[in-house]
């Protein structure tokens, strides 16, 4: 937001220039994003974050600035405007106005003949319309366009340029119609229907939509609520009469609306983030002050639709939490100091348990009213819950309007710990319309005050009563204690914030004040003082560690891809869209879907790398998204984390045709060095992905697990990559099967005493037939003195037939019992041949 | 006799005469062998007489003796020069390149994540981990960000198409009542620290490292996937001075400033996120360097405490957040965080060993 240094120094007579003051703001308040010199003033550029409601006009943020530079103190320094805005600020609302034109008492009447509707007050909270007849229409004085012309605002007219300076004067914006051309006596605060249009001051047509509030009149849309005026009633050089909006609306819906029609005006961008409705009214006082200063004209009075005023918010707040949030001991005299530099109001409470048990006691009798008003009703009738409330608001406290709510923002206690000044809890005895579930649960709530009695507003005696607590107990099913006060008696203070802090709401935020005023550089870092239990190991992330070891030194790199995947590639990759989760607000059509497997972002790393090596390998170790398995899940328990798996995937390329048995040879090391050796590679899977070479493919299992894949890459798709040349083989594991497996318990297990007798056989068999398949025959029918069989040698080529290939095996004979004899042995190695010959194979002896 | 000294003169004149050490052992078997010259003589000692007998005996025992330890002088000077002459044969040059092995490395940003868990690992923060895929709830809600929050619009989220659920598999009453949670790719990695708070205790301290994402327009400093490390503290009086002390404890471990440098220093700026209260940002300077926001943080907001389950009257605590790709790219000075995705060799090899 822009801030003109002119018009600051107007309210800081004595501010310092602002490069002198950037640091200051910034490291106790806001970032000063640009200080920009322009026509003889400098432009600040300050990101108030979520304090637009009280520093989105100069006068606010001067009086920031002040409290930071410390010169409130020094009423010299500050001038008369800042502190009739502070006053003004510390009043009533409903007193604001009256109080700004107590010189025109014409002004401050309630308006004749002239009506406001406002449909929904949740959007509207409060809309002040005041009315001037016979203003005279002018060029704007050179001091108002001077102050307008460094922020960028051009010069409109008199009237507009008077409603834009008040903005940037009070952060509230407000809108001048001309009442001549407002059909009928009535101004309606409504939702715009569907197909209803507007045309705006700068003649841009609006199709608007009933999620927008806008202002009418009988015709039609005057305004697009909060965000922009129409043309159809706006003021000119020649309007006599005015009528002049400052309003309230809901942040969320201002900001939806000016998103949806694209319309970011000043005014949007104040009323998205929230204002206070009663810097309203205090922009409405000045307007009209203003505009019957330089316009002239015949105040008619004013029209205030605000049904639930707000007041200043009472925090409660503990020196000692102060100082324990913030590790630094802040005394009284500091706080206080703070307190007054913001110009908030403070007052001491001694012990809040007792006060609000007195209090409580000084309602005795008062009138039980179901839903009563604790802003209008309190303190004369109440209801359980709102009494409650009412007892707690008196000492800073804030809780939830209903006692199911107060139930659980309270700490459960059991009654035996029970103090003066709990809750207690009860279900509704009698059921009310419409109220179910927690709310009847929960529907009833007293306050304990010590020596086994409770005080509530009990609805059955029809007034604010005490009884013993087995009483209480006796009327509806008891549901337990809750404490609202956690610290027992503290001495607290209570925060009285102006209702323009709308950031300021809990301790918390206090405790925030008084460390950026006093400064976050005076608390020095300190290590824990308290002692935290030893840390869990996560084994996930050891093993991911030990996996990229392991990887790192068969020579695999490793990369860090999108976890996305485009239509294009999932198309490459053989699959269907319809099987990927998509995203709603893709950034790139590349990056659209959720990948379902790493190996799809890996090997696109391939084509762009291979040139100049023989051989390229990348690993990564991330997520991918089935989302099948979101699916499954009922609504009820819906868990994402679900369709996510984590994936160790590999890729190597090799200019010669051999990478699948680097890559074979690199999953098998991964698997032994984690002390996984019931690892095996399963061909008989017939449907591998099908991006995959059919007969260079495997499923990776331990034991009977599946727990990944690996296979040469499908020429077909390898193609469609622009691999020009070599061979890619592709894998990839659960990580969790992996991890699961390799923490299988480790059971010491001696090696035997007895030696071991070691046979070598060669067969001969056709090309088709697996290693795997001739290493199952032989453990199959040796008998369980055969320890281990190692394959030494494959090959094909000069002296074995065309069509063949010998294997060679070392067949490790050992026995945990006894020496074996060399008989013995050979009696199994005859079995073994004798199974491999009748299989047609032919073995050489 | 003269027998002898023939033998022992051609002998020693043979002797000198040989370099190959072949022609040695045919020497050696030519005097000393079984039908060697000198056992030759010794053996037609027994046909002579006592005197004689013991005479030559003697002689030629001498000499059988000197014989062989010449021969053996002889060979073992052979051998070495021999062995010499071949080791010269196989001199090779040791200047041409060896077998090429494939050299592997871990990713640079799998390096700065290591350094960070080993970092806060020595002060005792465990490792949380969640989804990446999240739910509206734990990545906004419970962090204090309802839906019309304005705050919501500091994070640009990438959204997932809702699923639609088979009205079927909804409790009784409920189908077309419910509607799905929304679903994203996660923001920051604050949902894992609900997770975890959720289902733990206090005292706690922990770090959730993992890729975070965002809706966003690419350029050198921002990408739509990056690397989150995020922090949290909950204990009876964790404070802002044990904020301060644990980032700028990490900062200097992490940029291990050289002797004679100036210790990494830090400061705390007011901010605002909704989920922490009071909430800072983190200007982090080295040495005399110009000071450069690192990282977001703040003491945990009482109603996200309250979400998990925790009581805010007992305990209170820290968290913050920073980028693991930014922490690498000043550490490597890398000038552009797209690259940790581009994976081009040439860059990860960079970081091999480092």
Known sequence: MKFSYNWLKEYIPKLPKPEMFREALSM????VESIEKRSGDYILDIKPLNRVADTGGHMGMAHEIAAILNTVADRKTESSALAEFLKTRRLEPRRVLREILKNNKEAAKKLRGFGVVVEDYALCPRYMVARVDGVRMKGSPAWLKKHLEPLGINSINLLVDLANFIMFKTGQPTHVFDADKIKGNKIFVRQAKSEEYMTTLDEVECKLNNSMLIIADAAGPLAIAGVKGGNRAAVTNDTKNII???????????RKTAKTLKLATDAAQRFSQRLDPNIAEYAMGLLVRWILEYAGGKPKGFCDMYLKPQYPRKIAVRLEKIGSVLGEHISEAQFLDVMRRLDFKVSAVASPREIVVKLAQKLLGHPYYYGASVMYDAPNRFDCSSFVLYLFRQIGVEIPRMSFQQYFAGIPIADDDLAAGDLVFRSQKSPRPGIAGNRRTYGHVGIYIGNNKVIHAFSGRGAVVEETLSAFKKIAPYKGARRILGRENAIHFVVEVPTMRKDLMIEEDIIEEVGRIIGYDHIAPKPFAEAFPMPERNDAVIWRDKVRSLLVAA?????????????????????ATSDYKELLNPTRPELAYLRRSAVSSLVQHIPRNYLGHSSVRFFEIGNVFLKEQIKRMSALQYDPGDMQKEMIAGAAWSDARNAFYLAKGAVSALFESAGIDDVWFDNKESAFPSYLHPYRSATIKVGDDAVGYIGSFHPAVQ?????KKGEAA???????????????EIEYQAPSQYPAIVRDLAIIVPEETRVQEVEDLIENTAGPLLWKTDMFDLYEGEGIEIGKRSMAFHLVFQSYERTLRDEEVTI?????????????????? | MEELKKIRKHFEKKLKEIVDPKVLETLEVEYLGRKGKLTQILRSLKNRTGAERRKIGKAANELKERLERLFAVAKKDLETKHLERSLREERIDVTAPGHSMPVGGVHPLTKAAREVIDIFGRMGFAVAEGPEAETERYNFDALNIPADHPAREMWDTLWLKPERTNPKSMPAGLAGKIRNPKLLMRTHTSPVQIRFMETHRPPFKIISPGRVFRHEATDASHDIQFWQLEGLAIGREVSVANLKWTLESFFNQFFQPKAGELAVEIRLRPSYFPFTEPSFEVDMRGGDGDWMEIAGAGMVHPQVLRNCGIDPNLWQGFAFGMGIDRLAMLKYKIPDIRLFRENDIKFLKQFIGK
């Open chain 1, 828 to 845: 199994s190695v005859a079995k073994i041949i004798k199974a491999l010959e009748s299989k047609g194979w032919e073995v050489r002896k």
């Open chain 1, 730 to 744: 592709v894998f990839e594991i659960d990580f969790a099967k992996f991890v699961d497996a390799a923490e299988a």
């Open chain 1, 244 to 254: 002049i909006e400052s309003a309230n609306f809901d942040g969320a819906s201002v």
């Open chain 1, 719 to 723: 193609k469609l990559y622009d691999f």
């Open chain 1, 28 to 31: 106790r308040a806001f970032e």
């Open chain 1, 555 to 575: 020579g695999f790199l490793e990369t860090d891809s999108y976890n996305f995947i485009g239509s294009e590639d999932i198309k490459r990759f053989g699959g």
